[in-house]
């Protein structure tokens, strides 16, 4: 009977453990944000609703390579390890032992013994202070250590979304440059062009010198913009070899040949929820960070508070015990011993005391990072849907600009031709048709930005 209940007594010990359990802080969200995700798988491959696929190539080949996403991976690697190293507390450590003793006993001490020097050996399984987890202190390392596994993973898809966004957004801008290029190099032969023909009305005696040296200043103007604007693609370019992971050399060759892209242009911008549920929100990695921070701090608490309570430790032989290697595996020399023991802290109180304040402290401080993790995650989602709201209103307002003022030069084209109004009346409004044209560019980029 006594050993029945000793049985159960060490069960229910063996299922409590210590220290608060985790519960999730209370998030004050609107309601409209409370619906649940429909669908959101394409949350880890967005870049795909592009439908682009030097972007994807891009993308994958950054994700292969990058450096910054190697050592993310790394760190999770290790947070594995250490969630294993954890977990192998909670079993016995058994080890292989191989011993031999030679000795003599006293013939002067309190009990003479006269006796000629004795040699023993001894082989077999040891388990060494093997300390059951009654009070869960193991239990709660186990669950601080998974809670930091899920943060390391956390952070390391941090950097993954990270990296495809500023591999996207360098290749947006490459694009957005590209297409500027595009226009600046058309309008600079347009210009030459034009020059070349007030060259042949000034001989003809048809205009003064005044208007073809402006036509001469209108070329040199647009030639002046061409260096800037090749360079800042260049620019583009080193920096999405130097994403995707490439060598010193590979970075050298992306700078000096500056190559095309597959793309003749800005891609279109997939639709994006104006709704976005709470649940989105909180698939965030550095709001995932924040929590899992969190729950290993709260198991901490556990950890530290087990060590006011009594610890029991077991120690255990088995094997052979002989004075002749020999004969240790017969059954005369079977040897075993089994011994436990109970200790509990008299003197470290106060310096146990000092450490759950520690740890309590900490899981204060995580839970105010979470919570300011949250309401910056909120903020920053807020912002994006407002930003993707403005600037779709400021690029349909550029397209119409730019229809308005297409159609406005090639009306002042033929006024020009039948001698209705001056060149510089002409200029005037090419100038401004070439000027918003590039600001229809940087409101698409922005738009996709």
């Known amino acids: 009977m006594n050993k029945l209940l000793s049985v159960a007594l060490l069960s229910m010990l063996g299922a409590c453990a210590v220290g608060p359990d985790y519960e999730r802080p209370a998030t004050d969200l609107p309601e409209s944000w409370g619906k649940p995700v429909e669908d959101a798988t394409y949350l880890s491959s967005w870049w795909q609703r592009f439908e682009d696929p030097q972007l994807n ?17 790394a760190n999770v690697d290790a947070a594995a390890a250490a969630l294993r190293r ?28 006269p006796s000629a020097p004795v040699t023993e050996y001894r082989a077999g399984l040891e388990i060494v202070s093997y300390e059951l987890d009654i009070w869960g202190r193991v239990r709660r390392a186990n669950e601080a250590a998974l809670a930091e596994l899920h943060a390391d993973t956390a952070v390391m898809h941090g950097v993954r979304a990270s990296l495809a966004a500023s591999v996207a957004q360098t290749y947006f801008q490459a694009l957005a440059l590209d297409q500027q290029q595009s226009l600046l190099e058309r309008l600079h032969a347009t210009r030459i062009d034009n020059e070349q023909l007030q060259k042949l009305r000034l001989d003809g005696g048809l205009i003064s010198p005044y208007d073809f040296e402006q036509a001469r200043s209108e070329t040199a103007a647009v030639a002046a913009q061409l260096p800037d604007l090749r360079e800042r693609r260049r620019q583009a370019i080193t920096a999405l070899a130097v994403l995707r992971g490439k060598s010193p050399a590979e970075i050298f060759a992306a700078w000096e040949s500056a190559g095309s892209f597959a793309a003749d242009g800005l891609p279109d911008v997939p639709a994006v929820p104006v709704d976005l549920p709470a649940s989105m929100l909180e698939r965030r990695p550095d709001v995932i960070e924040a929590e899992q921070r969190l729950i290993a701090a709260n198991a901490r608490i556990g950890e530290t508070k087990a060590d006011y309570f009594p610890s029991l430790s077991l120690n255990a032989f088995a094997g052979g015990l002989s004075t002749s290697a020999s004969t ?49 995650a909120f903020q920053e989602a807020l912002n994006a849907l407002g930003v993707v709201e403005s600037t779709r209103g400021i690029r349909d307002a550029q397209n119409d600009r730019v229809s308005a003022l297409r159609n406005a030069y090639r009306v002042s084209t033929a006024r020009y031709g039948v001698g209705r109004i001056g060149y510089l009346e002409l200029l005037d409004v090419e100038r ?13 980029l922005a738009e996709l930005l």
């Open 57 to 73: 190539a891009f993308i994958e080949e950054s994700l292969a390579n990058n450096y910054d996403l190697r050592a993310a991976l």
């Open 328 to 376: 240790l595996d017969t059954n005369s020399s079977q040897n075993w011993n089994v011994s436990s023991a109970l200790t509990m802290p008299l003197t470290r109180l106060r310096r146990i005391a000092s450490r759950v304040d520690g740890a309590e402290s900490l899981a204060e401080a995580a839970t105010a990072n979470y919570a300011a993790t949250i309401q910056v």
């Open 432 to 444: 401004q048709l070439r000027q918003v044209e590039q600001q229809q560019v940087d409101a698409n």
């Open 86 to 113: 954890s977990r192998a507390e909670l079993y016995p450590g058994i080890n292989g032992r191989v011993e031999s003793n030679r000795s003599k006993a006293s013939e002067n001490a309190s009990f003479p013994i």
